[in-house]
């Protein structure tokens, strides 16, 4: 009995050991999710007319280990800044005139905000900083 409960014991050292010297699992491991494209114009009224909704605009949903594409054009003269917390801290920037293209696999799950970072015109930055992408 003394060696049965010896060796569980050390079954279960070697189990939390194996956890702790493993790197977290990626969730979306050999999962090829759907590629969701959005396409954002950068505007003085914002990200597709922010101005014109009261809730957060864009407000998009992709599942999660889909691959979210935003395809961002900038329409204004100025420049203007596109990121998503979490999935790309940098972010873009964008002189104006100019098209980037942000994308990235959404491996977690939660409600991360859609912002710009910089802006060179501070009324049309008020209309870009409240975006959502809902990773379900
Ligand atoms: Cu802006």
Not at 80 to 92: C, D, I, K, M
Not at 116 to 125: E, I, L, R
Request: net charge negative; aromatic share 12%.
């Amino acid at each position: 009995m003394i060696i049965i409960g010896l060796v569980a014991a050390s079954l279960a050292a070697g189990g939390v050991f194996a956890v702790v010297l493993s790197p977290p699992p990626d969730p979306c491991a050999g999962v090829t999710g759907a590629f969701r494209s959005f396409t954002i114009i950068a505007y003085s009224d914002g990200y597709n007319g922010s101005e014109y909704h009261s809730g957060p605009w864009p407000d998009v949903t992709v599942q999660r280990c889909d691959t979210a594409v935003f395809n961002v054009i900038n329409d204004d003269t100025g420049t203007h800044g596109f990121t998503v917390t979490s999935y790309s801290n940098a972010g873009l920037e964008l002189a104006g005139g100019n098209q980037q293209k942000l994308h990235f696999q959404a491996s977690r799950i939660g409600q991360f905000r859609i912002y710009s970072t910089y802006c060179s015109d501070p009324t049309a930055h008020k209309f870009m900083v409240n975006g959502l992408l809902n990773v379900t």
